[in-house]
């Protein structure tokens, strides 16, 4: 008998079931016609031990009509037949077209039936399996449904007793897992209190292994038992599956009994991954995370998260859980005692949830601190660096075009490209209000940060000042009332931001609540004695550091596709879809994207912080001494520049759009310069921080790096006064970050950017606000700089600083301190003057910012141009030499006889007339008298020629009152006509033609010549005016400094340094 099922066996599975065979499967079907008990029962022991053990048995009993002859079973009486025949359905149903055909035989009755008539155990349980293999098919699951079978459940699962195993709920709770994945049927479930009623099995079974604290009796943790393990695993998968469908109803019954969250918090001690997942799926719920938190789900997390400190191991979705969490307040408390905080952190450095997840702190300044002191300004360096290396610029030329359009005729086609242009132009700016907004969650509301828009009235006119007029409630920062919801259409400007807060574009709006079921529970909050104490970040001590974390030698791997429960013919099928129930997938919406806002009310936006007392603070500002520039003045420009409200489209987030919480590249900058300009706002404000925090905190964030990073985004971005502008202003005006700027040298990159531009300033709007807003920075540094905490501080460094630290002072100070007082101190008292000049002869610094540095200094000590007080003469014109000899006789005229043999023929008459020194020389009792013939030693012909042209003009008489001078072209010959003017005593043609050579020849190319001139064969004529024209002339920078150059190379340096040095403290002690 055996030797022939193994022959049996071998045919079925090797496929060489011959005609024979199939009509021996048959002659066993009949067996199942028998009215014969005995035989039916020996007949489906045959078919399970024999037909059915193999693909193409089923295939072969299915073809043959055995489920036909089979289905009628399931209504009999006798529970042996019954048992079995269960048994064998559920093994055939995982093949999909018996499953199929099953269905369509009407079975679905009576298994519902068995569910609620029979009472063994084995039977329900096999019933439960069958029904979970057959709701593997959507159209079976269905059917199931519309039969009552969830309903049947539940009975079961809540009428268990003692004689009710684990197997049979497991596999109950495996069938309501299939039957869940029809997703029009799920609220029909919750109406059946199908979560509830699972997760009430789990807690049940958590305290009776003692891992739950039972109301009755305190029960140590024990082992559980295999089918224990089992049943719980299958649960947790079977909530796994719940906690994708995010509503509150379902969250509510996840509660079970009250202590549901409590009960999968306990369960991550013994099934980490399962119940993690769960957990983690209910903090996409709003109306969860208190109760999560309560639960012990913080501490928790926090408690895994730390064993591995590299962030890439973490559970997958651990991150973003952790950044739900910030959400509310109660779990932003629990994370900063319990060290969560410095894993928010790190997870910030890859992951872009945590990474917004950081805004939730930026209102609490303790957590604040914590985050800083873990590395979050290195962090926000970091990824801004990163962003602005891969950034192009932004820059908007369409003023190009239309600049074009204006110099040819406005045909009509032209004039349609031009409307084009303008409505790109529109477009783009409307589009720039959605890239500089970052909205997240808070406490229930929608919270959103956007970046202060300018007005582009006032960057396109030519008047630095503003028109706009602000009212003071405006300018201060109040509050505003709600809109009313006939308004919500206008969109409302943004606030202004006032002086003392950095929230400034910041508004608030509830978010609607989520539908609620009216049977809501108010829930207790479950026992926490059992949690971990708190970290060293608690109220207590927030101080320190956390625990060191504790690295894994190995990487887990996170399966978290759910399986069956059982291993007996309980896997899923290889023919039904996959249900992931990852909340990145079909689950819960993505971390921060949540339920739509309010559209009934557009609430007020308005500050969290802000208060009309802040403004009381200005008074406490450190004295300054008189200056040119007002530091109020400056102030209210740079802010006119930087936070201008403009009414426009592109000015606030729009209502629909700002209920979408969703994460891009342009949110993610947006968060970065948040995050920033919080920490910029906690550095630059006077608190009761620890000293040498605050210091560390200045030190990073005005970082050579950060800074610089800060300033290239400015100068590449579309906006180019938007929040990082901000933060740069904020930066500058705290007296505290003074030393640390300068000695950075940040003030170079200023300078820089408010003389030079990408583009043309008057072809682009962001070059010229770029220009603009670098000219009020260094203003703003120079108000800080001669304050009287700034006085004091560069002066200590001056004289007690490190010999780098004195040399970037000297260089920097010219470049912003303008008051003459001040800068006697520093340069006079402090010695700076003295090695400035040291820097520059010895060739210690870069001589492009020396020689600024020279430039800047000399005109903050008002040496003027001499180009500007040389205004003598409209114009001037080139004549040529005619001496006019006709009809004079041979003794009137004079040769003179040159060094290089040429002559020069003159009136001798005319020169007596109008030179003493010709006159004596000619007429007298010198023997030149009587020659013909006169030499004149070191006179060349072209100048003599030119000065006896300036005779014949009537230069040399004392009325002399000429507007178009008659000017040499060749310098060189007006240089040695200067002289001989001096040699021959022609003084009035000396002092016209130096306010000639001053007025139109002292240029960028020939002043460094008229200089080096001066010094060899001028006898000093034009030393002073040379110099001072190189040092504050107008000219471009790099003649400038190649006219530095050319001079410091000659044999002339020392004295070149001297006379500036010379003018320079003329000026100051004057």
């Not at 066993?28 to 193409?56: A, V």
């Not at 459940?153 to 039957?179: C, F, H, W, Y």
């Not at 300044?365 to 990163?386: P, R, V, W, Y």
């Not at 020659?931 to 040399?956: D, I, R």
Request: aromatic share 6%; proline share 4%.
């Amino acid at each position: 008998m055996n030797v022939n099922r193994k022959k049996l066996k071998w045919k079925l599975e090797n496929g060489v079931i011959c005609k024979m065979d199939k009509i021996q499967i048959k002659t066993i079907i009949e067996g199942l016609k028998s009215s014969s008990s005995s035989r039916i029962q020996d007949t489906l022991l045959k078919i399970r031990s024999n037909i059915i053990s193999s693909e193409k048995g089923i295939k072969l009993f299915r073809d043959c009509g055995g489920l036909n002859c089979l289905l009628p079973h399931l209504r009999k009486p006798n529970e042996r037949i019954l048992d079995i025949t269960l048994s064998i359905l559920g093994n055939i149903c995982l093949d999909e077209k018996c499953s199929e055909a099953v269905g369509e035989l009407n079975t679905f009755g009576p298994l519902v039936s068995i569910l609620n008539t029979v009472c063994r155990d084995s039977i329900l349980g096999r019933t439960c399996k069958l029904i979970g293999n057959l709701a593997q098919s959507k159209s079976n699951a269905e059917g199931l449904h519309n039969h009552g079978v969830v309903k049947a459940l539940v009975a079961l699962i809540e009428g268990r007793d003692k004689t009710t195993s684990n197997p049979t709920l497991t596999m109950a709770v495996r069938a309501i897992r299939q039957l869940w994945m029809i997703a029009d049927k799920r609220d029909e479930m919750l109406s059946l209190n199908v979560v509830r009623c699972v997760t009430i099995l789990l807690t049940t079974e958590c305290e009776s292994i003692g891992l739950m604290k039972s109301t009755h009796l305190d029960k140590e943790i024990e082992e559980p038992r295999r089918s224990q393990e089992e049943l719980i695993i299958g649960i947790l998968k079977c909530l796994g599956y719940f906690t994708t469908y995010s509503i509150p109803q379902c969250a509510e019954q996840l509660q079970g009994d009250g202590r549901g969250y409590q009960c999968l918090v306990a369960l991550t001690k013994t099934n980490e991954t399962l119940a993690l997942k769960c957990l983690m799926n209910l903090c996409y719920l709003s109306v969860c995370r208190p109760l999560l938190g309560t639960a012990g789900l913080v501490e928790c997390l926090v408690n895994i998260l730390k064993k591995n400190p590299d962030v890439s191991w973490w559970p997958e979705g651990s991150v973003k859980a952790l950044a739900q969490l910030s959400g509310e307040s109660v779990n932003r408390s629990r994370l900063r005692h319990c060290g969560g905080l410095p894993l928010l952190v790190a997870a910030a450095r890859v992951n872009s949830h945590a990474m917004h997840a950081l805004l939730q702190y930026v209102f609490d300044d303790t957590a604040f601190q914590i985050m800083i002191s873990e590395g979050l300004i290195h962090l926000l360096t970091e990824k801004l660096s990163n962003y602005v290396n891969n950034m192009e610029i932004e820059h908007n030329l369409n003023a190009e075009i239309m600049s074009e359009n204006k110099n040819i005729n406005r045909t009509e086609k032209d004039l349609d490209t031009l409307k084009i242009c303008e409505e790109a132009n529109v477009k783009q700016q409307n589009e720039i209000g959605e890239e500089l907004k970052v909205v997240i969650e808070r406490d229930n509301m929608i919270v959103g940060f956007v970046d202060a828009i300018g007005s582009d009235r006032s960057d396109d006119s030519d008047n630095d000042s503003t028109n706009l007029s602000l009212s003071p409630s405006r300018r201060k920062g109040i509050k505003r009332g709600r809109t009313s919801p006939k308004n919500s259409k206008k969109k409302p400007k943004l606030i202004k931001m006032a002086k003392k807060d950095w929230s400034a574009g910041v508004y608030w709006e509830p978010k609607s609540p989520d539908p609620i079921s009216p049977q809501f529970p108010r829930m207790t909050s479950p026992d926490r004695s059992d949690l971990s104490p708190l970290s060293s970040y608690s109220d207590v001590n927030w101080s320190g550091l956390s625990p060191d974390y504790m690295p894994h030698t190995s990487k887990h791997t996170w399966d978290w596709s759910p399986g069956s429960a059982s291993s007996d013919g309980s896997s899923p099928s290889p023919y039904r879809a996959d249900f992931p129930w990852s909340p990145s997938s079909s689950g819960p919406a993505s971390p921060l994207s949540t339920e739509d806002s309010s559209d009934s009310e557009v609430s007020g936006r308005y500050s969290p912080v802000c208060s009309e007392g802040e403004d009381e603070a200005d008074s406490n500002k450190p004295n300054t001494i008189k200056s040119a520039i007002d530091p109020a003045q400056v102030a209210h420009e740079l802010e006119e520049l930087i936070m201008e409200d403009e009414e426009s489209s592109d000015e606030s987030p729009n209502e629909e759009n700002s209920k979408q919480l969703t994460i891009t590249k342009t949110s993610g900058i947006m968060c970065i310069l948040v995050l920033l300009f919080r920490v910029s706002h906690g550095a630059c404000t006077n608190g009761n921080e620890n000293r040498e925090e605050m210091s560390n905190t200045i030190d990073l964030l005005t970082g050579r790096e950060c800074m610089n990073t800060l300033l290239d985004y400015v100068e590449r971005c579309r906006r180019p006064t938007g929040r990082a502008a901000r933060i740069i202003a904020r930066v500058l005006s705290n007296s505290l970050c003074l030393i640390s700027i300068l000695k950075h040298r940040f003030v170079f990159r200023l300078h820089t950017m408010s003389v030079n531009s990408k583009h043309p300033p008057t072809e682009c709007r962001q070059c010229k606000q770029l220009i603009k807003l670098g000219s009020k920075l260094l203003e703003q540094v120079t108000i800080v700089a001669e304050s009287s905490h700034g006085i004091g501080e560069i002066s200590y460094h001056l004289l007690k600083g490190t010999p780098n630290m004195k040399q970037t002072l000297c260089i920097t100070l010219p470049y912003i301190v303008k008051t003459e007082k001040v800068l006697k101190k520093y340069f006079v008292e402090c010695d700076a003057l003295n090695l400035l000049f040291s820097i520059v002869s010895d060739s210690k610094e870069n001589i492009q910012n020396c020689v600024t540095a020279l430039a800047k200094l000399a005109t903050n000590v008002q040496i003027k141009d001499p180009k500007l007080l040389e205004n003598r003469y409209k114009d001037y014109v080139s004549i040529s030499y005619d001496p006019i000899l006709d009809n004079l006789a041979t003794d009137d005229i004079v040769t003179f006889v040159l060094d290089d043999q040429s002559t020069v023929i003159a009136n001798k008459n005319f020169l007596c007339q109008n030179s003493d020194v010709f006159s004596v020389m000619l007429t007298g009792s010198f023997k030149e008298s009587s020659e013909k013939y006169v030499s004149l030693k070191k006179v060349t012909k072209p100048a003599l020629e030119y000065l006896l042209t300036l005779l014949h003009c009537g230069l040399n008489e004392t009325k002399c009152d000429i507007e178009v001078f008659p000017l040499c072209e060749n310098l060189e010959t007006n240089l040695e006509v200067l002289l001989l003017a001096d040699r021959f005593l022609f003084d009035k043609i000396k002092c016209l033609l130096s306010s000639a050579i001053i007025q139109f020849q002292l240029t960028p190319e020939n002043a460094d010549k008229i200089y080096i001139w001066s010094l060899g064969d001028g006898m000093g004529y034009l030393c002073v005016e040379a110099v001072a024209y190189l040092l504050t002339g107008k000219m471009d920078e790099d003649l400038r400094i190649a006219s530095f150059k050319n001079i410091l190379e000659l044999e002339y340096k020392d004295q070149w340094l001297e006379d500036i040095k010379s003018m320079i403290l003329r000026q100051l002690v004057k």
